[in-house]
Structure formats: structure tokens, C-alpha cells
């Protein structure tokens, strides 16, 4: 496993807007004379460029041209609004390897079990099991960790899917027809199986697998793309170019 200190600096990002300078400007061009950032309220050059590192890495660093499109369409339009972090989580899932564990952990295990919350303790103990396995992780004292969980946390909140500020509670977010269908887009980029049933990544639909079946298969969905079901199988085939498939269901 790839672990780096991303969902720690993520978790401390002040301005989310970041986002979207670095991914259409060049940030060069943008300082003033003076060395300080000017489209951002942070106001020192090496913490623009810490977080720079890390919402490049994460965030919008692009597995294809597909999913580039996607996303820069998505943004180039909304920017930051509650839907289009549903499409950062879900990249941001894909770029980082522990944000992924993580969510497969922890939160995607409370979450559909019906919980309400997420202790900071079940992070942390989770940290620690990957840490006796993981050689990268082997480095990270106790407290580094234990920061680690509670920034891990504070993302979730930041993507919209917990709420609250000392206990934390878990937002169980029902997608809108054109966030689902551009779900589907992702994940038949993101998934070399033609049998998406077998997706580890079907769980980022925030939906029950038969749910998610019941609703792909809905009339007015064909426009976007064409499913074959057996019962244990279920294969997409994306109609609509995805440079413009966010613009197909707007």
C-alpha cells in the first residue's frame, strides 16, 4: 500500500476553493509581487504549496481522460457545492490508497449497518492493525496516528457525509438522478470487471446493492447508458461521451 500524510493535510484545509485554482490557473502567475497568494485566505507560500502537493496527488490527479472530464466538467460548472464533493470523494478514494482502506474500514462498515456515529477509537484502532502490517505505517508514532484518524474524520465532514463537531454523526446522503448517472460514468471508468456487481467500488453509490440495481435499471436512465442483467451479473455501456455527459443530465 501507497501511504503518504495527504489525509492529514487534507483534513486542515481552510479553503476549498483551492481546488479549482489548481486546477484550471497557473498558480504561479497568481502570487503578488510580494510572494503571498492572493485567491486564497491562506497567507504563507509554503502552506499554499502543502496543500498543493496533496489536493494534486488526491483530489484531481486523474487515473484517465475519462474521469478528467468528468471532473473538470463537473467543477468548471458548480465548483465546490455539495454534489460535486460526492465526485472528489469518490476520486479521492481512487488516488489514495489509505483513504480507500479507510473507507472500507470503518466508515463504509458503519454506514451500512444503520449506524449513526463513528468513534474517533475505532480509527485509531484501525490505524494501528494496518500499521503491524504495513512497513510505510511502521514510522508513525502513536500520536501521528491518532491525528491521522481524527483528520481522516474531519474529511468526511469536509465531503459532506458526517456532520457535528466533538461526535461526529454519519450523513446518509441519497444521490439525484444526475449525481447517480454520473456514478455510473465513474464507475465503469474506474472498474476493469465487465461485472460491476463484483465492484469493490458499487459501495461508493451510497445505496444497498439491490437498491442500486433497482434504480440503474429505470427507464429513464437508457438515454445515458445501456445495462445487460442476468441476476448475478450487470454490465454498463456508457452512451454519451463523458466530456459531456454532465451537461446530458443537467
Known sequence: MKINSDLNILGGLPDWNLINVFLNENTDQTQSARGIHSFTKIKTDKSVKRFEKAILSTLIHFKDQNIESLIRSV?????????????????????????????????MVAFYSGR?????????????????REVELRKWSDSTLETTASKYLTLLKKFNLMEG????????????????????????????????????????????????????????????????YTGDSLKIETTIPYSEIYYATS
Open 75 to 107: 467543477l468548471s460548472s458548480e465548483s465546490i457545492t455539495n454534489e460535486s464533493l460526492y465526485l472528489l470523494f469518490w476520486n479521492a478514494s481512487q488516488n489514495n490508497e489509505l483513504l480507500h482502506y479507510l473507507n472500507n474500514q470503518v466508515f
Open 165 to 228: 463537531t466533538q461526535k461526529k454523526s454519519i450523513l446518509h446522503p441519497y444521490l439525484s438522478d444526475k449525481m447517480f448517472v454520473l456514478f455510473v460514468y465513474w464507475l465503469s471508468s474506474v472498474e476493469p470487471k465487465s461485472n460491476v456487481l463484483e465492484s469493490e467500488w458499487i459501495n461508493y453509490s451510497f445505496c444497498e446493492k439491490a437498491i442500486f440495481i433497482e434504480r440503474i435499471m429505470q427507464k429513464r436512465f437508457s438515454k445515458f447508458f445501456q445495462i445487460t
Open 116 to 132: 449513526i456515529s463513528i468513534k474517533l477509537d475505532e480509527v485509531i484502532a484501525c490505524l494501528k492493525d494496518l500499521r503491524e
